[in-house]
């Protein structure tokens, strides 16, 4: 006989929501994660009675009551028996966590074994300014007991690695390579970062290239759609930089872990990210193409909650910073995908979400003309289905789909989860005009259909 579980009762009370409502909850996060439980009120209250949630939905039960309790709430503590994993402890150990994230990401049994944590929103939060001094204090103080010597020679192969990845990364999507990215970083990276460095340059230079290693890694995650792998990666990433005493690297990061939550629909969270992106020196040692970077995440999370003014202002500063970016100023490698098409792109983003259609339109198609598609093919594909997605909602049906069939020509040999949901979006824009026998509209869906079929 089972016991009633008290303390998940408890948990709920406080929360003061109905089953039905966390049951939405649990169903949003699960979502998020790639899963598609069965949840309902009947669910909850068998939980309640003391049944145990199976498969990874315990965890994410957790975490949709943090979000409504808004702190942190463990599966432990409302009686559940899984595996609890928090997805962004700042206090951990930044190489012991790495070596676990080697351990547990590419080894898939061993991922099943342990469970997956939720993408926490929980776990959004920025530590504060004593934790920023204290990780730049210990990172300067490792190699004392080190024995391995790391030289400029290790640093500039790491550089060059990293540089390697982004660019096969930009052009077929985070679905390839990753694997390589996460052993490499892992394993061969994190030796150097155990190492005696020949001097502080290097030593906070090897951190710094970790940092965006670990960036990167998150990236191509997010990309392709696994959201708590890329938070976890994000979240090492900034450690990374801290330890470097690298402020703009920790913006870059903090810039792209606010550009997941505001795909994911997490926009108060997403545009306090952003604020910490451009706070003190993280934007004012950052570069002028990645201060336009900064800014213009930073003006899509203003736009996401309906600050318009302030997300204007922001979107023309982003564009002002750009035009200091020349051959002649010395920028990081990091940012070489970003100029007048990718500014264009995130412009338009945001003029979409402030219901500005037609503006939004034209900066989609100033990023299509503007962008050397060869080389940045995955973002090429995703401007391309957010065009046609906004053309469809402007009626424009026969321009969509000429706009879409361009998208899908483009997405051949892209694995990535935002060609995916693009994919899908134009199924789902599409379905009323099928049924209308549109003859563009069917040839996209057939086109579309495939492509989802093939890229899993």
Known sequence: MREPNDRLRAVIAEADMTLDALARLVQRVAAENNEAPQTGKSTISQWISGR????????????????????????????????????????????????????????????????????????????????????????????????????????????????????????????????????????????YLRGKFESERVRRGMFSAASELSYLAGWMAFDNGDHPTAQRFFTEAVKLAAEAGDPPMAAHVLRAMAHQAIDLGHHRQALALAEASIEGERYALAGPRERALLGVVHARGLAAVGRRRAATAALLRAEADLTGARAEVAEPERVFFFGEASLAHETACALRDMGDLDGAVREFRRSVRTRKAERFTRTHAVTLGYLGGVQVRLKNVEEACATWSQALDAMDGVRSGRTRQAAGDMRGLLSPYRRRRVAAAAEVDARAAAYLSESV
Request: charged fraction near 25%.
């Open 52 to 191: 145990q949630p199976s498969g990874n939905v315990g965890v994410f039960l957790a975490e949709a009551l943090s979000r409504a309790l808004g702190g942190v709430v463990t599966p432990q503590e409302i009686g559940l028996i899984v595996p609890s994993r928090r997805v962004a402890d700042w206090g951990t150990d930044t190489l012991i966590a790495l070596a676990d994230l080697g351990r547990t990401e590419v080894d898939v049994e061993r991922r099943r074994a342990l469970g997956v944590a939720a993408y926490s929103v929980a776990a959004l939060a920025v530590p504060g300014e004593q934790w920023w001094k204290d990780a730049a204090e210990r990172g300067s103080v490792r190699d004392k007991v080190a024995t391995r010597r790391v030289g400029r020679g290790d640093l500039e192969a790491v550089r060059e690695m990293a540089g390697l990845f982004s660019k096969v990364d930009q052009r077929r999507g985070g679905g390839h390579a990753w694997g390589a990215v996460v052993r490499y970083l892992t394993a061969d990276v994190t030796g």
